[in-house]
């Protein structure tokens, strides 16, 4: 299926590692420009010189979203190359908590405030600066990374949950302030995705179990025992990517105001 994507223009925050990486590369398979946005100069190069390797048009726009003036240091870096913003993907995010195990006792209220901006304000910094231009040209699309844990918390991470679903909610309300205006806002939450962070994880697990660096095998014992889920295997970055791409095509101009859980059947509820 051919995603008319070809020539859009994007930028994907924080999208030198990760999850981000795996979106800025499935829309440049589509034709997408796309604008490379996190704090690690780097990082960032290695991502663009991946995708134009790959025969994909990527520039760098450095800066820290979760700030107003790396926001406007990404924004004046993504039209400076561009001209313009047709797709902007909200995946900017993260826990200012000492670690995966807090829980709500361990946060402190400044570490609260940090993740929301982290999350909530970084994605606030971004549409402020990019809708009303893509309001103006009668199309855009933005699009929010949240979690599963927005809507199934799991008592750790409190501030990062909570960050989570209040970008639940914020999508919703974008796209009702873009209603009829061309521009669609939809959230996916993303399941278990095997990121280099969960592969440390695995490692551990692989350790502690005896089968060292066996990936397989860490990989069945966590979907045994920790995150059961109706597809048997983790998630891949190309799974968000390519559930993005299709987001932020023209295909999916019918579809607003979505929250998408893209986790391999892990939320097994009908709301």
Request: hydrophobic share 45%.
């Amino acid at each position: 299926m051919d995603l008319q994507l070809k020539g859009k223009r994007a930028i994907v925050t924080g999208s030198t590692a990760g999850i981000g990486v795996g979106i800025a590369q499935s829309l440049a398979r589509e034709g997408v420009r796309v604008a490379i946005n996190g704090r690690s100069e780097r990082r960032g190069l290695e991502v663009v010189e991946q995708i134009r390797a790959e025969g994909g048009d990527a520039v760098l726009a450095l800066g820290n979203v979760a700030t107003d003036e790396g926001a406007d240091a990404a924004v004046a870096a993504t039209l400076a190359a561009f001209g313009g913003v047709d797709i902007l993907v909200n995946n900017a995010g993260g826990f200012a908590g000492s670690g995966s195990m807090t829980t709500v006792f361990d946060v402190t209220p400044d570490e609260w405030m940090r993740t929301i901006d982290m999350n909530v304000g970084a994605a606030i910094r971004m549409i402020q600066r990019l809708a009303p231009a893509m309001k103006e040209a009668g199309w855009g699309r933005i699009i929010q990374i949240t979690s599963g844990i927005a809507m199934t918390p799991s008592g750790n991470t409190p501030d990062y949950a909570g960050a989570k679903a209040a970008l639940v909610n914020l999508n919703l309300g974008t796209a009702k302030s873009l209603a009829n205006t061309g521009v669609t806002v939809n959230a996916i939450s993303p399941g278990t995705i095997f990121t280099r962070s969960v592969r440390a994880w695995f490692k551990t697990i692989g350790a502690r179990e005896g089968w060292g660096d066996d990936m397989a095998k860490s990989e069945a014992w966590v979907l045994e025992n920790q995150f059961p889920q109706m597809v048997p295997r983790i998630g891949r970055v190309e799974d968000i990517g390519d559930a993005v791409a299709y987001l932020a095509s023209p295909r999916a101009d019918f579809i607003d105001g979505v929250h998408l859980r893209v986790d391999g059947g892990a939320s097994q509820s009908i709301s």
